[in-house]
């Protein structure tokens, strides 16, 4: 039984490839998608916990289709990802108009929940009656309204790992990959979860267990995607330098190599390679099978990398690997040792520091053009942040360098140690205030860093038209609606180029105006043009492979066929956000 799908996502990009696998999967299953939730009789939110705000925009979107479905019952609403995990039933009680909710580690259960919700509210309609059967084994009928919740087996799940097989793997597996439906650039996830217990951080409580896949998997996932015409990919896991494979205890389930556990490190002092060890696939290894076997991907990037056991191994393939890009993601979190330790962080701010600079040594090489490009992430008001903690902060970002940084409120999250055991006791206003003080700062390092790049020549990978020209082709949309419905005749028309299947670039593009890890976008806008573009120059939308945003004009009968390219752009004017320039010639 399918219906037309509106699905968001908030959240991060793990989120953003669980809905992309989502989408395949329900697509393959006959449903259609749109992204207009007004059209929709399944609307899905894939969701995010990491800060309270991320939960309340869901709330008040639930919000809305309460007072919706009292006139449309025959809606179905669905909440995926990390709030359905952390919330559990409880989102259902105080929200009866869900209908569905599935944690992150049981989302390859999606169309079976999703088939039994739209069957039980055809029935529902059909006779007035208020019922459902219990769907799939496991499932916790929560209501009598036909409500189903999956959550709470991506917790701490990996011991049954093996024995029960593992099925989100094989939703990876699933991926469906076609030359028509990507915008030239792909995440591939190499880890699930998270074990290292930050204890500000949901993550591992929603996410589960650290695993790591396979690199066979991921390897092939490379080559299917490269061969469907994907330049560039972004490896993903939480701290992705510990990826760490052992072939010699290999389990396979039904012939499939299952994911494997991670390991808790100790805290030492790990320069090299700490993680290898006979038969074993690290990080550094997996970087350079990919980068050697997979010729296609033009470029290669990973995030998140975590400051501590960064090994001069992983530093020493991306040296010799002119398509791994030289950007590295990793959050320092706080420039004040005493918070890091009450962060269960692991690390000083001398040993991040002592790592960035020998991550520069190794890699910043900007008179070859090479240089390293670094951002970073912070926590602003901590419980028990002093004013000297919050200068240390400034003072960490004047050294680091960091291209961008996500500066954070900090967020007390139920479940969390820091939640539990310490007071959230930096009042609202004054985090306002450190959190506006970081950020001047930030802007101030980031007009610097942009600066470096007057006058060079950049490779610049297109993503779509910039904001700017969105919100003009929006106008020009609405005024062309104005005059139709006047009967003007003649008026401003937006001349819309579809760039066919390439339905992630406005997700891609409002990412690259910064809406950082909070961001929402609306998936299976495959169907509508995607790239609407005004007659004239158009501003184009790319990134450097040291993830710098690059604006620059296109024709615009050019505009369509560029997304998804590399190109040489000559910068010539920056700002803290972004460089500006004109296109010199593909890349
Ligand atoms: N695994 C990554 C981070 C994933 S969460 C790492 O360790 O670097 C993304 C970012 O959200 C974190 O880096 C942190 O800065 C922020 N964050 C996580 N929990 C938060 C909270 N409770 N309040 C505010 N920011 C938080
Ligand atoms: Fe959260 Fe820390 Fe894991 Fe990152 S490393 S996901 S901040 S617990
Ligand atoms: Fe990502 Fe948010 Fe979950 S940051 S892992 S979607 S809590």
Known sequence: MAGKVYLETFGCQMNELDSELVTGQLRALGYRFTPDAHQA???????????????????????????????????????????????????MKRMPVVDLMVGPAELDK????????????????????????????????????????????SSRRSSTLAAAGDQLEMLDLS????????????????????????????VPHTRGAEVHRPPEHIIDECKRLADAGVVEVTLLGQTVNHYRFEHGAQVSVGGVVQP??????????????????????TFAGLLRRIHEEVPGILRLRFVTSYP????????????????????????????SDRLLSMMNRGYSVGEYLEFLDRARAFLHEPELGRPLT????????????????????????????????????????????????????????????????????????SAEVSAEYLGREVTAFVQGVSRREQKKTKRAESLAKAVAVNGAGIGAVALTISASGRGDVRARAAEVAGDGADACSVHGAHTEA????????VQM???????????????????????????????????ALALHGAMAGQG
């Not at 309340?56 to 995926?80: H, N, Y």
Request: proline fraction near 3%; glycine fraction near 10%; charged fraction near 25%.
């Open 41 to 91: 009789d399944v609307v899905l939110y894939n969701t995010c916990s990491v800060r309270e705000h991320a939960e309340q925009k869901v709330w008040s979107r639930l919000g809305e289709l309460a007072i919706r479905k009292a006139t449309d019952p025959g809606l179905v609403v669905g909440v995926l990802g990390c709030m359905a995990e952390r919330e559990g039933g409880a989102l």
């Open 308 to 335: 501590r056991s960064f090994g001069n191994d992983v530093l020493e393939v991306i040296r010799a690997s002119p398509r791994v890009c030289r950007y590295l993601h990793v959050p320092a979190q706080s420039g």
């Open 530 to 537: 995607d790239a609407g573009v005004s007659a004239g120059p």
């Open 374 to 445: 670094v951002a970073g992430d912070i926590i602003v008001g901590f419980p028990s942040e002093t004013e000297a903690d919050h200068e240390a902060t400034k003072a960490l970002l004047l050294r680091t360098r960091y291209k961008n940084c996500f500066i954070f409120k900090y967020s007390s999250r139920p479940g969390t140690v820091a939640h539990e055991k310490l007071a959230d006791d930096v009042p609202e206003d004054v985090k306002r205030r450190r959190n506006g003080e970081l950020l001047e700062v930030q802007n101030l390092v």
């Open 260 to 281: 494997q556990k991670g390991r808790v490190y100790k805290r030492t002092d790990e320069h090299t390679d700490a993680y290898a060890g006979q038969n074993v696939t």
């Open 541 to 575: 939308s790319a990134r450097t492979d040291g993830d710098l945003i690059v604006l620059f004009d296109a024709h615009a009968g050019d505009a369509a066929g560029m997304i998804g390219q590399i190109v040489r752009v000559r910068i010539e004017s920056t700002t």
């Open 110 to 153: 999606l169309p079976a929940l999703l088939d039994n919700a739209l069957r039980t509210r055809a029935s529902l309609l059909a006779d007035g009656r208020v019922l459902g059967e219990a769907g799939e084994g496991g499932v916790r009928r929560l209501t009598s309204a036909g409500q189903v919740a999956l959550a709470g087996s």
């Open 175 to 202: 991926r469906a990959v076609s030359p028509d439906d990507h915008s030239g650039s792909a995440y591939v996830r190499i880890t699930r979860g998270c074990n290292k217990f930050c204890t500000y951080c949901v």
